[in-house]
């Protein structure tokens, strides 16, 4: 038998890499192991082949999933995922710290480590954005942060002291999911770090704000020093598939604060009695600033998700 990995899936063959040869085979699976749900083999899974069928599924680190509350049923896109690198631009698209705070709550419950890359550096205006607030939520937070120009390999970082080649680093030899809105410069940026060996510019419109993807599956695209989960399908992130209990645990740098706040249904609104980050906090001091920011985040989504009973999405 042979130790492979799933590449791509389309219905019910595979195409997966041997891990000794680095050969690409399609291959079927054993009936016990489809069981008529897509779930049981996805990307990512490292898989034992024998004659070209798949007749084991090995244990996975992490899953990336999402329920879909009209089937009760949990939707597993793909699996063992090493980084998820959030790429957000500082000009245009406009920067939206709401946006990174959702990529943020999957990659903690996918169980997944971020990386937070500020692109389109070479456009960046200080009257338009306030660069060290966003940076300093990031580090608050222990993520690494990358400033870099997609356009231009030679930028020289300005505020950080990590860049592109770092980026490249950090990537090499992992497995890595790109996410980001639309123009933020994803594909370009993947270009970047992989030398040129992975480029997905021909399947985007490049229009600020109108990206489009024509892959309809999950695949992993490689090079020789890194690996790309492209995955047009979890690219929606909604929040509505969670639970409203279990949101906070997906910001633990608010969940220290709320269990002192006075009741614990409280909402974390200025008027909400006893709450502990109105009472407890200095208001004008920076980190309860970077707090408060959030705590903003948190409430937004918590209103989303309250939208959809509880019952439905268990």
Known sequence: MLKARVFKSAKREFECKILDSGERVVATALGNLLKGDENTIVVGDYVMIDNNVIVEVLPRTNEMYRLIIREQKKKVTASNCDLMVIVSSVSRPEYKRGIVDRFLV???????????????????????????????????????CFEVSATDPNYKTQFLSLGLSDLKDRLAYKTSIFLGQSGVGKSRLISQVSDGAINLLSNEVGRVGKGKHTTTWSEIVDSERMSLIDSPGIRSFGVEDLLEEELITYFPDLEEGAVQCKFSNCEHHEDSKGCYFYTKLDQNAHSTKLKMSRLESFCRMKEEISQTPSYLKK
């Open 106 to 144: 999957r990659a903690h419950q996918w169980g997944i480590r971020p990386l937070m890359v500020f692109n389109k550096m070479d456009e960046f205006n200080p009257d338009e954005l306030d660069f060290q607030f966003e940076f300093d939520r990031m580090n608050n937070l222990g993520i690494e």
